[in-house]
């Protein structure tokens, strides 16, 4: 077959995963964001509104939760936001914006997935189906046009996969520099990413026995590639403190060992077939895995990816607490390596001589849009309080005026409300707000809080802070904030 026709193969099947996807994702383009996970999004679309409208210096991410202070907080680099942030300042500020380039990071990432079984010397079925069914992952569904920087993660971490195996064939100085680029970008947008680099170790190992020189110019070459992002890690992880993230199985009062077990079994016996895999490829995973342990060589064949999965697993428990069962994209890293199992499967069953087996594997993957879009719909509905704040936020940004500081609880994100009413300044959560610290706000230049609890109200020494209420609905209160000696 052509390479024309092998192209014209794939355009056919993202074709209808795109359109399928359109479709299925129709009440969400234009819905604003809310739900699982909209803390992160929130955030990450402050950082990208900061950039359009303040300072497209990319190496000053600015959140809006930032007291009177210029709200800079690096934490992974900020590739994603700044070229959402050129999308705005052409286009406007729309949130459309960012769910459609997120859908064509996604379609790039299924691309870069489709090579990766290419480049494993798969079949053109093979990479058509195994490409189809990692994008019904009910994970990746969801994901696909909600703007994370995970998103662009995945898509350099497959990509430097496909880099990896091709430089393990051919031994090519442009494959391993492939790998190397697109593993410093995938780790600089999403640290964890840096895990794949283990997959170069028994590469590396065996080159050693082979030619000591050339195998020293190849490690100098990957080195040099990866500088940038490590540098930018070295420069802001000082900055974090002791983050959780950071600190892991250390974080807080220690390792957590009945949380930790609680977690990975729900991370296996749950998340892994309805959310990662989708229920109709579990069968497709599970002959996968015979299908590894049924080939003697398989440890030899596999030693790179098992490598990888080795560093994954490790780092997985080193985060379990940290993850938990809802931090689900801090798990990306898996996806690439659970669906090469998955299509290992596909083609087990398509070869089998089992008809009834053939026509399950088929019905299995015509299912497959269908479940996907069963498993999330739930995911993108907003809590209560977040209806509330949705259903009036034009009001509310009418209200309080444009550079105005505001301070507002509970808000445990930290981002949530100060995104949604576009403005900057102080949050705060769980009625932890003193008149001490309001105080201070109010000195430091706060003009207005808007509070969802009866704290404010309620306490006293807060009260005396509030001037008269100027919105008042469904448990949201909006008052101007006034200095104690203008009482």
């Known amino acids: 077959m052509t390479s024309v026709s092998k192209s014209i193969k ?19 383009w234009n819905a604003d964001i809310a739900g699982i996970h909209a803390w992160r999004q929130t955030q990450t679309m402050s950082v990208v509104e900061n950039f359009a409208s303040e300072d497209m210096n990319i190496l000053n991410p600015r959140i809006n939760s930032r007291g009177n202070g210029d ?9 994603l936001q700044w070229t959402f942030a050129w ?49 019904w992952s009910p994970l990746l569904f969801y994901y696909s046009v909600n703007p994370l920087p995970d998103n662009l993660a995945l898509c350099f971490g497959i990509w430097s996969l496909v880099f990896l195996k091709r430089f393990q064939l051919n031994e090519s100085n442009l494959s391993l520099v492939g790998f190397g680029v697109c593993l410093s970008l995938a780790t600089a947008v999403k640290l964890p990413f ?28 990957l080195m040099l590639l990866m500088a940038p992002a490590v540098s930018w890690y070295l420069w802001v992880i000082p900055q974090w403190g002791n983050a959780g993230i950071i ?8 390792f957590e060992y009945a949380s930790a077990m609680a977690t990975l079994w729900g991370i296996f016996h749950s998340m892994l077939p309805e959310l990662f895999i989708n229920f109709g490829s579990v069968l497709f995973f599970l002959f996968g895995i015979y299908h590894f342990f049924s080939k003697a ?40 390596l659970i669906f090469l199992v998955v299509a290992a499967g596909i083609e087990k069953i398509l070869d089998s001589k089992q008809v009834a087996l053939k026509y399950l594997g088929v019905i299995a993957l015509v299912v497959l849009p269908a479940t996907a879009y069963l498993r999330i719909q739930g995911r993108w509905s907003p809590t209560e309080k977040e209806i509330v704040l949705l259903e009036n936020k034009d009001e509310l940004r009418k209200l309080i005026p444009d550079n105005a500081l505001v301070v507002v609880g509970n808000d445990p994100s930290g981002h949530i409300y100060l995104y949604h009413l576009g403005r900057k300044g102080w949050t705060f959560e769980q009625d932890w707000l003193v008149a001490s610290d309001l105080n201070e706000f109010v000195n430091d230049g706060a003009q207005f809080i808007v509070t969802n609890t009866s704290l404010v109200e ?14 008042d609905k469904d448990g949201l209160r909006v008052y101007p904030l006034v200095h104690l000696t203008d009482s």
Request: aromatic share 16%; net charge neutral.
């Open 10 to 28: 794939l355009t056919y099947v993202l074709a209808v995963i795109a359109l399928l996807s359109v479709g299925l994702h129709w009440n969400i």
């Open 71 to 79: 709200g800079i907080m690096r934490m992974e680099f900020p590739l």
């Open 87 to 135: 999308f705005y300042k052409w286009f406007g500020q729309n949130l459309i914006i960012a769910r459609m380039l997120s859908f064509l990071i996604f379609l790039i990432s299924l691309i870069g997935f489709y090579r990766l079984l290419k480049a494993w010397g798969k079949s053109d079925i093979i990479g058509a189906t195994g490409t189809w069914c990692f994008a």
């Open 194 to 221: 840096i895990l794949f680099g283990a997959g170069f170790i028994p590469i590396f190992l065996g080159r050693v026995q082979v030619s000591i020189k050339e195998t020293a110019k190849s490690g100098l070459i």
């Open 247 to 254: 600190s892991g199985i250390a974080a807080d009062s220690g």
């Open 297 to 336: 060589d398989s440890i030899n064949r596999y030693t790179s990816e098992l490598f990888i999965l080795v560093a994954l697993f490790l780092f997985l428990i080193y985060e379990v607490n940290m993850i938990g069962l809802q931090h689900d994209y801090y798990l990306f890293p898996f996806l690439p």
């Open 458 to 471: 309620e306490t006293e020494t807060l009260n005396q802070f509030l001037g008269e209420p100027l919105f």
